[in-house]
C-alpha cells in the first residue's frame, strides 16, 4: 500500500507557502493602497494686519505645534498676483484620513502651542484675525499616494506654485477626469515634461465639489508658461485628449499663481 505521507506533508507545504505568498501580497497592496490626506486652508483677510497676525501664528505656534505632532512638512504659501484680495494658502498632509482629528487633539493639548496661539485665538471681534477660511479636505491619487517637495533650487520670491481646481459637473464625470490622470496617463505626461507635481488629490470635502486639484511647481512664470506650452503640444497627451470616454470630464478649471513664504516647509 503506498504511503500518503509524502503527499500530504507536500500539500500542507504547498498550502502553506500559498497561504504566506498571499499574505505578503496583501500587505504589500495594503501598503500601494495607503494613500496621505492633504487640507488647504485659505485665508481671506481684508487688511494687512490680519495676515500678518495670522502668518505670525503658523510661523511662530501652529507649524512649530504640528511639527511636535508628527506633521514635519506644512506648506505656506501667499498668490504671486494678489488678483482676488489678500489671501494665505496652508497646506498640511496627513498620513491618513483618520490623523486629522487625532492630530488636532495633540495641538488642543500642546502647552507651548496654546500660549504662542494666543494672539491669534485671543483677538475680539471687533479685530478678527481673518475674514473668513475656506477648506478643502483631498485624498491622494492612486498613482502618487505621497506628497513630495519640490525638487526646485530657485529663490522662493520666483518660484511658481500652480495649485489648480477641475470643477465636474457630475460626481460621475469628475470619477472619470481622475481616471484620466490615474489609468488614462495624465500623471505620465506631467512627469516626463517635468512639471514637478507635489501632489494630486480628489477633493472629499469642499466648496466646489465634485472637483479634483493638484499642485505643480516651477522655477519661475517663464519656466510655467513653456511647460504648459510643451503639454498642449505633446503627443501622447494629443492621443489622449480626445478620448470619448474622457470627453465632458471638466466643467471649469481655476488656477491659483502661490509663492512659498519663507517659513513654508514646502
Known sequence: MVSLKPVLKYLSLAVWTLTLMLAVHDLATAAKKQKQTYEMRIYRFKT??????????????????????????????????????????????????DQLPKIAAKLANDKAYMEAAAPYWNTPNTEPAYDRIETMIMEAFDEMPVLKVPATTAPRDKRIYEFRIYESYSERAGQKKIDMFNVGGEINIFDRLGFNAMFYSKVIAGPRMPCLAYMTTF??????????????????????SPLPEYANTVSKIEGHYLNPTAYSQL
Open 48 to 97: 494687512p494686519e490680519q495676515k500678518k497676525l495670522t502668518e505670525a501664528y503658523w510661523e511662530q505656534a501652529a507649524i512649530p505645534a504640528y511639527n511636535r505632532a508628527g506633521i514635519q512638512q506644512v506648506g505656506v504659501f501667499e498668490e504671486a498676483d494678489q488678483k482676488d484680495g489678500l489671501k494665505l494658502y496652508v497646506l498640511i498632509p496627513y498620513k491618513s484620513l
Open 219 to 240: 522655477d519661475d512664470k517663464a519656466s510655467r508658461d513653456a511647460h504648459w506650452k510643451a503639454f498642449s503640444s505633446d503627443p501622447e497627451w494629443k492621443k489622449l
